[in-house]
């Protein structure tokens, strides 16, 4: 049985499942943005909940793409899944995978995007904070713990 018999339908299920997870993982990347642009405050867990089992099901896939250039003695490498490919001669499977590359690619970048948004967020947050504190240093508070006003010196005014 040549390589081609043996590897291709595997390729083909390999392939075809994981382009279902990543129309579903660039989903859920999509509608975080959206939610961290908009709902900022409030993170959904649900959604952050999907994200890593996708991301998990991802890798769950990559290790059987491992798997089959282990089992055709080839290296886990651009070059070696490649020439996986040549030895299938299956010019489908091969722009699955150009396909699947750029949509992997895609799907970094917005979660590149996302975590930019949300660490934004975060400085912003810290820098009204350290407002409210009375330095953007977070020297000196404005406000006390139990929310009592701080005074410059720590010295108190007289009262009148």
Known sequence: MSAEDNSSPSIHGLFQRLDGVLDSLCLVLEEEQRWAIERPEKPDQGLLHRKVELLQQVEGLDQERQHLLQVASLENT???????????????????????????????????????????????????????????????????????????????????
Do not use: F, K
């Not at 690619?105 to 996302?114: P, V």
């Not at 350290?130 to 010295?155: F, I, K």
């Open 78 to 160: 651009p070059a070696g899944m490649q020439a996986l490919l040549e030895e299938t001669g299956d010019a489908v499977a091969t722009e699955q995978w150009a396909r699947l590359l750029e949509r992997l690619r895609h799907c970094q970048m917005l979660n590149e995007t996302n975590g930019s948004v949300i660490r934004q967020q975060i400085n912003r947050g810290q820098h009204l904070l350290a407002a409210l504190r009375g330095d953007p240093n977070n020297e000196r508070p404005d406000y006390q713990a139990d929310g009592g006003r701080s005074l410059a010196g720590g010295r108190e005014l007289g009262r009148a």
